[in-house]
């Protein structure tokens, strides 16, 4: 890394392309390039733009009127490398932690394939209903074509979903095995669904009209 020094712009002006330039007056670490016409404002992003180290030489504004840049001093990049670095350490673990659950999250998903569902043919055939039509079938079995509105997991065996149908809302509670599948895992809102299940009226208190408590249901 260089040393402390001062230069003018044409000494300047014969430096390497990589050399960087910050201006605490001037430059800018939203725009700035770190040129010498778009300095960048901080020698930390000077640092963040070089992305490793050895960092190229790097300039700050000179302290003598006649001299517009100076080699930024080795104070100032020790102080400014040691941020830097811990930077780099956030990032890396970052980095390595998304890595895992991405890892994870595809082991589980490759499991999950292995999960099968499959109507019950023992119990009375669902009638296709849409959900304004709900309130006339509770504690009925039903079916009921729609869109995801909105989803909620909770732990690995409950899963609320608040269906609709272009005739009104449902709450639709799904558990165990229903939650478990590769269909349930990767299922988001906007995804188009057929569900299984016993309409049952929600106990006093709570927000919404109906649930639908899916004990049969399928994607």
């Not at 930024?72 to 490398?81: F, P």
Request: charged share 35%; glycine share 6%.
């Amino acid at each position: 890394m260089s040393g402390d020094s001062s230069i003018g712009t044409s000494e300047v002006k014969n430096m390497s392309l990589g050399d960087l330039y910050t201006s605490e007056k001037s430059g800018s670490d939203e725009v700035g390039g770190g040129s010498e016409e778009k300095p960048f404002k901080t020698i930390l992003q000077a640092m963040r733009s070089a992305g490793k180290e050895p960092f190229p030489t790097i300039y700050v504004d000179s302290k003598k009127d006649e001299k517009r840049w100076e080699v930024a001093s080795k104070s100032q990049l020790k102080k400014i490398q040691k941020i830097w670095q811990r930077e780099q350490y956030k990032n890396e673990d970052r980095l390595k932690q998304e890595t895992e659950d991405a890892e994870k999250r595809e082991k589980n998903l490759e499991e999950a394939k292995k999960v099968k569902i499959a109507e019950d043919t023992t119990l009375p055939t669902a009638a296709l209903i849409k959900i304004r039509d709900s309130t006339a079938h509770r504690d009925k079995r039903v079916k009921i074509n729609g869109w995801v509105h909105r989803l909620r997991r909770q732990g690995k065996g409950l899963m609320f979903i608040v269906l609709r149908d272009g005739s009104g809302y449902i709450q639709c509670v799904l558990n165990d095995k229903l939650c478990q599948t590769y269909e349930a895992l990767i299922l988001a809102t906007e995804s188009t669904v057929t569900l299984y299940g016993v309409i049952k009226e929600l106990p006093e208190g709570k927000l919404v009209s109906f649930a639908y408590k899916c004990n049969d249901c399928r994607k």
